[in-house]
């Protein structure tokens, strides 16, 4: 039972592309996931763009997590990682990868010397707060909104 987080390369993108429409899918919002290869390894490849891992149990891929770093948090003046998209297969949850990819994110947030790590989750979406509240992970109690302009 091996369970190895690697850094996506460029020969990963449709493993990604796949990844991000079962995880589009599974959140119900298939129809905005439009990313074609090009789009992806352009924001994989600029300096301080998304950045992809590829969770593998015993060498088969078994899920992927993406993120990126906000260039300031003013008030600390430290980067914060910010996790974009996470998701485990299912014939491989409950095996400990879900755990590995955020120990990976909280390493990489320590070496990067970030203030903190920041998520979403759909609020319908019980078995995954459960989860990150046994990571460790809090939901926001404060009185801050996230507000969105599409473009």
Same mark, same amino acid.
């Given at each position: ?51 992809? &891992?590829?969770? #593998? %149990?015993?060498?088969?891929?078994? @899920?992927?997590?993406?993120?990126? +770093?906000? /260039? ?15 998701? &485990?297969?299912? #014939? %491989?949850?409950?095996?400990?990868? @879900?755990?590995?990819?955020?120990? +990976?994110? /909280? ?33 926001? /109690? ?10």
């Amino acid at each position: 039972m091996a369970i190895e987080i690697r850094k996506a390369q460029d020969a990963d993108a449709e493993l990604v592309i796949a990844y991000l429409k079962k995880l589009a899918e599974y959140e119900k919002l298939s129809e905005v996931c439009n990313i074609t290869k090009e789009a992806l390894l352009t924001l994989l490849n600029e300096p301080n763009g998304l950045n992809a &891992v590829i969770a #593998e %149990y015993n060498g088969v891929p078994a @899920g992927f997590m993406t993120y990126y +770093f906000y /260039k300031i948090a003013t008030f600390s003046g430290k980067r914060v990682m910010y996790i974009e998209d996470v998701f &485990v297969d299912e #014939e %491989y949850r409950r095996f400990g990868i @879900g755990k590995e990819l955020f120990d +990976f994110a /909280k390493k990489t947030a320590s070496d990067k010397q970030c203030a903190r790590i920041e998520w979403k989750c759909l609020d319908w979406n019980k078995s995954a707060q459960s989860f990150y509240e046994k990571i460790g992970g809090s939901c926001s /109690k404060d009185e801050w909104l996230t507000y969105t302009i599409d473009i």
